[in-house]
DNA sequence: GATAAAAACCCCCTTTAGGGGATACCAGAG
DNA sequence: CTCTGGTATCCCCTAAAGGGGGTTTTTATC
């Protein structure tokens, strides 16, 4: 039998989770914890095969919180569960630890799917996510740390000559960037970047 | 017994919702729809006595699908089912028709207790969001009409001149409006009116 | 009938952003 | 060893945004 611990801020979807794969018999659901400060009280004790783990949590970044645990628990099976159907997200989950890859809409079946693929070691996409992955890369929106942080800046508000101030560069360089951005976003300009930022959540 | 219809694109979370809602013994479960084309399809044969609709539906608004099927038919309780925690969101599904208003992060119990009250033709807010409208409505940011319309377009990347054009106005006076967005969001320039924009779901 | 928003308009002036270039260094892939 | 991508820099010039005022009319509320 599989275990299985849940991290989820929506108790109505750990809920209906919990009776899920219980209900499918091939797993038991060990532990449940709705942040990530519970999940790292308990993830010792519940010693799960497989974490599934929420990228909306409240209290941190799902990237960052999923690299802490790999970090303090390379052996951990996590399998992320979002609703994020978004390349940078999914890349960046991936790139931090994790397994494998589920969205909120995904049938229920691909859920017990990933549980199984996971705990075995394997890695795991659920079909959409799969889909997307594999698009050419073109398609794909990536932009380098430099560029990331400097969208960042941008999207506080911080002008040219701030953004240069914070981290020691040209003005005349974070212009460049900026223009650039621009470019590899097809944004006219600032307003439509930060949403485009947003919306693809590259921040 | 009470008769409930879900609508909602998560499918883990409408299976769970469903397993929920019939094992609890006061409702069961009529009908389900991911999206808002199906809904419309079924609603007439289910004929739910409260119709669980989530605000975050991938083909259409929230906000206007409740007033669509409001319009359509009156006597329907809407209970809405979101991850929004927002001011402006909760404001306005219930001035388009919504009986109630539940987050995602609600205790199980609420849910049940949201169905009881809605389909008895009450009110129901869950505990979280009762609390942040009962928040002094100076703590809330609220737009006229017009602002609104200016931010979507501001957000959208148009020029001033631009908007002017748009809607037939003077660019000074969206100058103007565009001024006071500033101050009332309390953004210090496009990119941050942009960002809370989105944040605070006022477009 | 007063009061208060919302809506629309205008001027001056400074700062910032955006469009168009160009150059240079370094690291890793082929 | 070349070639690409990331990083960093600079210049010119125009367009747009932002900060500071101000006025009028309509419309809803008390």
Redesign the interface.
């Known amino acids: 039998m599989i275990t299985v611990a849940i991290v989820d ?5 750990t ?6 794969i219980e ?1 499918s018999g091939i797993a038991k659901v060990v532990g449940v914890a ?1 942040n990530a400060a519970d999940c790292r009280k308990f993830i010792n004790f519940w010693k799960p095969d497989v974490l599934l783990l929420d990228v909306g949590l409240p209290d941190i970044s799902g990237v960052d919180f999923c690299k802490e645990l790999k970090e303090r628990i390379p052996e951990l099976n996590v399998l992320a ?1 979002t ?1 994020h159907n978004e390349y940078s997200v999914v890349r960046q989950m991936l790139e931090n630890g994790a397994s494998g890859y589920l969205i ?5 079946e691909e ?1 017990l799917a990933g549980i199984q693929a996971v705990a075995g070691g394997e890695a795991f996409l659920c079909h959409e996510i799969d889909i997307l992955m594999k698009r050419p890369k073109e398609t794909h929106i990536w932009l380098s740390q430099r560029e990331r942080e400097m969208l960042k800046l ?4 911080l ?1 040219n000559g701030e953004i240069a101030d914070r981290i020691f560069l040209s003005p005349e360089t974070i212009k460049s960037y900026r223009k650039n951005l621009l470019l590899k976003l097809g ?9 485009m930022a ?1 919306e693809k959540k590259l921040i």
Chains 1, 2 share one sequence.
Do not use: F
Not at 9 to 13: F, M, P, R, V
Not at 154 to 157: Q, R
């Open positions: 801020d929506h108790k109505i979807l809920d209906g989770l919990q009776r899920l209900g709705h569960l609703t909120k809409n995904a049938m229920t859920v941008v999207a506080e508000g002008t944004a006219k300009n600032t307003a439509v970047l930060v949403r947003i």
